[in-house]
């Protein structure tokens, strides 16, 4: 046992640990390396124990140990520790084996890694792995991308261990060269940051405006979990509602209100700025950890800043119907928002994304899997080249249904003194997306006013550029246009 392993995994941390026995649970031999080898002998004594798998305190052995093509998938953390595990492995690496990175690396990496070892005859993918802990041992959602001749031998070793749904398919699909799987899992990421603080503010809403106790949510999460929000996060969200501490008391409250971030939600939001893709409310979120962070600053300001103290006097049931449905249309616009991104960045290089697919493989073992997944699948199944989710028949009869109630959750937010920036970034968004005339007219005047940048006109050709002497002492010299 050990030798002609089916696959090696370098990193036992808890997504790699559970992913070793997921392999093996499905009937793959796997060979195990960690930089610390005391981990190694402690997985090998305690859950691998009895198991096809064999751990193997040198990179040497741990790579002879494997059968040709040999296939070495990396469970570590983004960035130079996983170069450096690349120059300590290749050493012992043939012509035709492949290097699998299965953390969240930042998309250039990886196209730079897959140009590189490709030079070398060494095939590189770069999957993105969700469902955390459980996800990993009962069945992730994997998103594979890189060095496209490597997934025929892949693709037998991670369809089998992916989750699968209800309609008997797998959650993992190629999704395309370069960087495409890493950037795809970036975007999940970055619509999961959007999905948690949508939710995190309706329950700020129930909890300070409709003063709801911690079982009252439990059971309202509950109900919304056999709807249309039913989705992995809402059924957590109602666990944890549920949780005491020792005394018996609500464990949420007395949770600190400091939230914590890994970068992949920064990364997204970046993304998004370089392609100029709109991405408020992602953006937003990922804003709202950033404040959250800043509890000793938020403490002093409550000492000396004041805000609304009215009591809600409000229809209680109907607040609570305008939450469902404006949690809904906020997600609606999260995602349309993270798929006009891959969209963006499919077109720039080259990738070609399925986006039907996308949703499909989401449907199961990510953090972000609901029902509604389907629906967007759906749509892109009908129109691939569907310029905006929001325009999709499902989704806009939705949002003629649900607008409504967004506002009436905003105003009440806000009336109350209670932060919603997804909510409302979500309503601008829709709402700058509708109108056929923004104030960008004068914006665009202010900057050929104070830089000549120039302008275009409403009654000539786009793409025709104008310049006003404004004050009368600039000359005809203008800058160049960008839209970036």
Known sequence: MGKNSDIGIAGLAVMGENLVLNLEGKGFSVS?????GS???????????????????AIEEFVGSLQRPRKVMMMLKAGSVVDDFIDKVLPFMETGDILIDGGNSHFHDTERRVSELEKQGILYIGTG???????????????????RAAWPELEPLFVPISAKVADGTHCCSWMGRGGAGHFVKMVHNGIEYGDMQLICESYHIMKDVLNMTAGEMHTLFGRWNTGQLSSYLIEITSDILSYT????????????????????????VIGALDGGVPLSLISESVFARCLSAQKEARLKAAEKLTGPTEPFTGDKQQLIADLENALYLAKVISYTQGFNLMKQASAEYGWDLDFGEIARIWRGGCIIRSV?????????????ELENLLLAPYFKDHVAHYQQSLRSVITAAIAHGIPVPCHSSALNYYD????????????????????????????????????????GEGGETTSTAYTR
Request: glycine letters at 14%.
């Open 372 to 384: 509604f997944l389907d629906r967007i699948s759906e749509a892109y199944q009908a129109d691939p």
């Open 129 to 147: 792995v969700s469902g955390g802990e459980a996800g990993a041992l009962h069945g992730p959602s994997i998103m594979p991308g890189g060095s």
């Open 32 to 36: 195990v390396y960690n930089r610390t």
């Open 432 to 471: 700058g997306y509708r109108s056929q005339r923004l104030p960008a007219n004068l914006l665009q005047a202010q900057r050929d006013y104070f830089g000549a940048h120039t302008y275009e006109r409403v009654d000539r050709s786009r793409g025709e550029f104008f310049h006003t002497n404004w004050t």
């Open 245 to 268: 501490d020792e005394r018996g008391e609500p464990l949420i409250d007395v949770i600190l209100d400091a939230a914590g971030q890994k970068g992949t939600g920064k990364w997204t």
């Open 39 to 57: 981990v190694i002998d402690n997985f090998i004594a305690g859950r691998a124990k009895g198991k096809n798998i064999s751990g193997y305190h």
